[in-house]
Each structure stands twice: as C-alpha cells, then as structure tokens.
C-alpha cells in the first residue's frame, strides 16, 4: 500500500510560479513511476506529467511543455512539480498518482489532490 500526500497549492497570479509536493509512504516508492494529473471544474481529469521510477525519463502534455518540470528525490520518497510561467487556464486541482509501468499509465495510487488557481 502505498499512501501519496500532495502540498504546495495555492493562490498565484498569472505569469507566477508554485511548486508542488507529493510525498509517498512505503519504501518501494522508487519502484513506481510517478505522475501528475489535474481537473479543472466540469472537464474531465488530464494527464500533466510522469516520471519513471529512477527519474531518468520524462513525458509532458504539450500544455504545459516549456513551462512544468516534473523531479523526484528517491532518498525523501517525493514527487515534484514546479510550474512556471502559469496561466489561467492551469488552474484545477492537482493529483499525484503512482503505477507501475511508466509506458502503460495504469494507475495504482492516487493523492488526494491540491487545489492550484491562477488568477488574471
């Protein structure tokens, strides 16, 4: 079992930067692929972002390319997502998921989410 605590939303202006946490219980953590997800209000949840489990691969939506950087630090069993440059159209709330093949996005965990908004 595994357990994923997101922090770090919040309230920031359009052309600002946040950084998200999500921190995993258990110590398999570095077997898992890590990802982020978010879903704004009446749309349906979105990929944003993996990670492979030794952090060497990474994938972006095209929405966020550029802009999001996803990073893990094993030794602290923790997900990162830093987002710059943000936009309106970012706001949602956010979840950090974990599965076992970073190819196959089948997902095993879910965080319980963190709310980002972007205001103009």
């Known amino acids: 079992q595994v357990q994923l605590v997101e922090s770090g939303g919040g309230l920031v202006q359009a052309g600002g930067s946040l950084r998200l946490s999500c921190a995993a219980s258990g110590r398999t953590f570095s077997s898992y692929a890590m990802g982020w997800f978010r879903q704004a209000p009446g749309k349906e949840r979105e990929f944003v972002t993996a990670?492979?489990?030794?952090?060497?691969?990474?994938n972006y939506a095209d929405s966020v390319k550029g802009r999001f950087a996803i990073s893990r630090d094993n030794a602290k069993n923790t997900v990162y997502l830093q987002m710059n440059s943000l936009k309106t159209e970012d706001t949602a709330v956010y979840y950090c998921?974990?599965?076992?093949?970073?190819?196959?996005?089948?997902?095993?965990?879910w965080g319980q989410g963190t709310q980002v908004t972007v205001s103009s």
């Open positions: 998921a974990a599965f076992s093949d970073y190819d196959v996005i089948v997902i095993d965990y």
């Open positions: 990670i492979s489990g030794s952090g060497g691969n990474t």
